[in-house]
Nanobody, 126 residues
Framework: QLQLVESGGGLVQPGGSLKLSCAASGSTLDYYAIGWFRQAPGKEREGVSCISISDGSAYYADSVKGRFTISRDSAKNTVWLQINSLKPEDTAVYYC???????????????????WGQGTQVTVSS
């Protein structure tokens, strides 16, 4: 059974960068699209990015486009989210999640992601 574990969060000043990791175990990610979501206190969960199986396409929410980059390494069974030019409004718990698919070249942020990690806190503050 697939399990996901996020890491890499922390406290960073505005304008700084972090690289979040989503490490998978229990199964390879060969048939799973991966999404990154975030939830700030008092706000609804937001889908910020997803990546297809073949790395053929990625989605970014408008709020993060140009600042966030998602990537995956099948050999390491890991997906990363590089986040640059951090803003205070990026403060949230970041989760990675997956869904099984045979569609290799597309991902969908609005989908029934059925496996979730425990989250990693990102705090942007001076």
């Amino acid at each position: 059974q697939l399990q996901l574990v996020e890491s890499g969060g922390g406290l960073v000043q505005p304008g700084g960068s972090l690289k979040l990791s989503c490490a998978a175990s229990g199964s390879t990610l060969d048939y799973y699209a991966i999404g990154w979501f975030r939830q700030a206190p008092g706000k609804e969960r937001e889908g910020v990015s997803c990546i297809s199986i073949s790395d053929g396409s990625a989605y970014y929410a408008d709020s993060v486009k140009g600042r966030f980059t998602i990537s995956r390494d099948s050999a390491k069974n890991t997906v990363w989210l590089q986040i640059n030019s951090l803003k205070p409004e990026d403060t949230a718990v970041y989760y990675c999640a997956s869904y099984f698919t045979t569609v290799r070249s597309m991902c969908f942020i609005r989908y029934e992601y059925d496996t979730w990690g425990q989250g990693t806190q990102v705090t942007v503050s001076s």
